[in-house]
């Protein structure tokens, strides 16, 4: 059955169809030829894939995300990230990075990091003089920090559909997303000065860093208020994103006098496109992973898997290259919804802490986001910059290399990922 499934499925995708339909059409065909089972069965695990609580955060974070892009945050967020890294070489290209570690904290999506801070910023940066590839190139890798420093809305999905604590696999994203940030500079750094980039020779005075911080405490706060409710236990993930919507809200009405009925109403259209999307995938996948647990697949492949190595670590290099693969040409969403349920028990088993496998599966399928050749990201920032993407898929290269670099570090080195839930008591 399991067999018959992903042949469907891959055969449908290779059509072009949507994934979604692409997913259930699938199923029918599975279900059709395997036969023995009701199609009853199929609407009753399509709904359940959506009956949760939980999932009612990923419309919110994406509607709080959307707000806070439109009223005005970037232009604060990115004046703080030239007065913080303007002295350095190459300071537009690390302002960009920076703050994608800030925006990160508000949209917790990569596809919106690369929208909102590329449409700001490549631009910016080829007409100060950086090539257009290298532009891209920054704005895409730096935009997968976004799901990995919470809110995350891929850790959301995960969460809701494997029963993990989304707390504490928030607090696990933090320390491997601020590794990220500070890993990308310095390619961005050394690309920099070797290739003469414009460097900001601008002085700030006392005055106007305290301002340029001053203006950007709304778009900082955002984050403390998500993670300081969870953390304290003031209130769920679900709760939290319902509170970021508020504030949203209130910062564009009152603090920047920007938001208005239109604005407004053109969030919550676009969110709710977005959020249609990401949830009928989730619906779909539910079945998806009930018929592969009906085909065995999940004990099949640990019994391979297990008949190779027992050794937990090597077995993860191997779920890290076959997620970085798999993450090159399937949506993310798609890639955790139906290989997460496989995956997560094998590593469990093996001795894997449940938040640890967590977060190295959403960082693996996240730095495929922009990795060639069919990086999402990679063709948002090349339509921006009006560039073919080819360009930008040699350019890309050394930050990958970063990227996945500090995906090994967080493998092998468990405490880059559990570290700070257990200080706080999480696990």
């Known amino acids: 059955m399991g067999v018959y499934l992903f042949l469907f499925l891959f055969f449908f995708m290779a059509m072009?169809?949507?994934?979604?339909?692409?997913?259930?059409?699938?199923?029918?065909?599975?279900?059709?030829?395997?036969?023995g089972i009701s199609l009853?069965?199929?609407?009753?695990?399509?709904?359940?894939?959506?009956?949760?609580f939980t999932f009612i955060a990923v419309p919110m974070f994406i509607l709080a995300g959307e707000l806070m892009s439109k009223v005005g945050i970037i232009d604060d967020i990115l004046l703080l990230c030239r007065v913080l890294v303007g002295w350095v070489p190459g300071s537009l290209a690390n302002a960009n990075i920076v703050a994608s570690m800030f925006f990160a904290g508000v949209s917790g999506s990569a596809v919106a990091d690369t929208?909102?801070?590329?449409?700001?910023?490549?631009p910016a940066m080829v007409k100060e003089g950086y090539d257009d590839d290298f532009s891209v190139a920054v704005t895409a890798s730096s935009s997968v920090i976004g799901p990995i420093i919470p809110p995350s809305i891929g850790m959301v999905l995960y969460g809701a559909t494997l029963g993990t604590s989304i707390s504490a696999m928030f607090m696990g994203g933090v320390v491997p997303g601020i590794l990220l940030g500070v890993g990308l500079m310095i390619p961005a750094t050394y690309l920099s000065i070797k290739r003469k980039y414009p460097r900001n020779t601008e002085k700030y005075s006392m005055g106007q860093i305290f301002h340029a911080v001053l203006r950007a405490v709304p778009a900082l706060l955002m984050p403390v208020i998500i993670l300081g409710g969870i953390m304290t236990g003031v209130c769920s993930p679900t709760e939290a994103a319902s509170i970021a919507i508020?504030?949203?809200?209130?910062?564009?009405?009152?603090?920047?006098?920007?938001?208005?009925?239109?604005?407004l109403m053109e969030c919550m259209v676009a969110s709710m496109i977005q959020s249609g999307a990401v949830l009928l995938i989730a619906a779909v996948a539910c079945p998806v992973g009930w018929l592969v647990a009906m085909g065995q697949v999940p004990v099949l492949?640990?019994?391979?898997?297990?008949?190779?190595?027992t050794n937990k670590f090597v077995v993860l290099i191997l779920m890290n290259v076959f997620l970085l693969i798999l993450g090159c040409g399937i949506d993310a969403n798609v890639s955790l919804l139906i290989f997460a349920p496989i995956l997560a028990p094998l590593a469990v088993s093996l001795g894997v802490h449940p938040i640890h496998f967590a977060v190295l599966f959403v960082l693996n399928i996240t730095i495929g986001l922009a990795t060639p050749p069919y990086g999402v990201c990679l063709f948002i920032g090349s339509s921006i910059a009006k560039i073919p993407l080819s360009r930008?898929?040699?350019?890309?290269?050394?930050?990958?290399?970063?990227?996945?670099?500090?995906?090994?570090l967080a493998t092998y080195v468990p405490d880059v990922v559990l570290g700070l839930p257990k200080l706080l008591g999480m696990i």
């Open 16 to 35: 072009g169809i949507p994934i979604a339909f692409a997913m259930a059409m699938g199923l029918v065909a599975t279900i059709w030829c395997w036969g």
């Open 301 to 309: 492949l640990a019994d391979f898997i297990t008949s190779l190595t």
């Open 40 to 52: 009853s069965m199929l609407f009753q695990q399509i709904f359940q894939g959506v009956n949760s």
């Open 115 to 122: 929208s909102a801070i590329g449409g700001a910023l490549i």
């Open 392 to 408: 930008t898929m040699k350019a890309v290269l050394p930050f990958c290399a970063v990227e996945i670099l500090v995906l090994l």
């Open 246 to 263: 508020l504030y949203s809200i209130l910062v564009g009405v009152f603090y920047y006098h920007s938001l208005n009925g239109k604005i």
